[in-house]
């Protein structure tokens, strides 16, 4: 019974955590310092966006944005399946889509949005995200993290489910790779109390084993840049310094490359608390929204609900309508009877079978 309650507060924790720094970052998504500073000061708690946002316009202070909407779309539909169907994720993305569409300025990243297109057109799935390089698959792969984590997988089960996840519209090793890195530090903290830099190393192994599957790209390696977040932890520098270098050799956009390395480095640098690492990424800017999301979902994972500032949880859940108890709830029951991808299917679809 411990071990289910357990759990519980880290899968409610890890989604709580996504939408958290989703929300808190939305407002501050690819602004400048400076101009973070002079509009808002210090942030401290949701805020709306700026008049005129390049991304947000339309949105409401702590509403979330696409990072934690497709999270819940990949979730609904591993729910449904007890497994990875990319044909069913596609229908639950384009039905997020619609939805959205008018919502506000632009709720689609450069990946999805191409791989929609190829795929309205009738460009076979395993064509659609030949290009995807973005960090569109790893912001939404929490859902699945979270499984794995309840269910005590294997690393090798985890690269095939999120290259079989990542297969519509991030195709592409780094994507995979960056993916794969964000579900297993996720899945790692659900066990054996790991240390910062156990999520760190793990997350590096996982990246490391990208080319199993997908596309090949010019890109630049996810697994030694995390490798050098781990190796500013290991030397214990100071916070400022880490992030600030962080911040200056990666950038944090959108590319998968330069987002989740970022992500990892707000995670280590916050030691895992989920309210420091919301108000590390929003303050930060560069792709906030979604550093703070895939950050907030590991910190949530590692340090469970309970270290989730109670009225945040309220006034997100409330704002966005989400019942996040029942989500993870949801996930974990499914862990028991989910049904891993066998690494020869992933082959199959990467290579144009079904």
Known sequence: MERDVDLLHRAKGCLLGLAIGDAMGMPTSFLPVSVIERTYGFIKDFQAPPSGHIYHQGLRRAEITDDTEQSLALATSFIRFGRIDPTDIVQELLAWAQRVENKYTSPFGPSTWQAFQRIKSGVALNEAGRNGDTNGAAMRIAPL??????????????????????????????????????????????????????????????????????????????????????????????????????????????????????????????????????????????????????????????????????????????????????????????????????????????????
Request: charged residues 15%; aromatic residues 6%.
């Open 145 to 354: 993290g979270i499984i794995h984590g309840a269910r005590s997988s294997s690393l090798e089960d985890v690269l095939s489910d999120v290259a079989l996840a990542c297969l519509p519209t991030h195709g592409t090793q780094v994507a995979i790779a960056s993916a794969t890195a964000v579900a297993w530090a996720i899945a790692r903290c659900f066990h054996n109390q790991p240390s910062i830099l156990d999520i760190l190393e793990e997350a590096e192994k996982a990246a490391e084993a990208r080319n199993q599957f997908g596309y090949p790209t010019t890109a630049p390696s996810v697994a030694r840049r995390i490798a050098w977040v781990s190796e500013q932890v290991r030397r214990h520098r100071p916070a400022e310094r880490i992030l600030n270098e962080l911040y200056e050799l990666f950038g944090g956009g959108v590319p998968a490359a330069d987002s989740v390395p970022v992500a990892l480095g707000v995670f280590a640098v916050c030691q895992g608390n989920p309210r420091q690492i919301a108000l590390m990424a929003a303050n930060r800017g560069a792709d906030s929204d979604t550093i703070g999301a895939i950050a907030g979902a590991i910190g949530g994972a590692y340090a469970g609900d309970q270290a989730i500032p109670a009225e945040w949880a309220a006034v997100v859940q409330q704002v966005n309508q989400i019942d996040f108890s029942s989500i993870a709830s949801s996930l974990v029951e499914l862990a028991q009877r989910w049904q891993p991808a066998d690494k020869n299917e992933v082959v199959s679809f990467y290579s144009g079978g079904e």
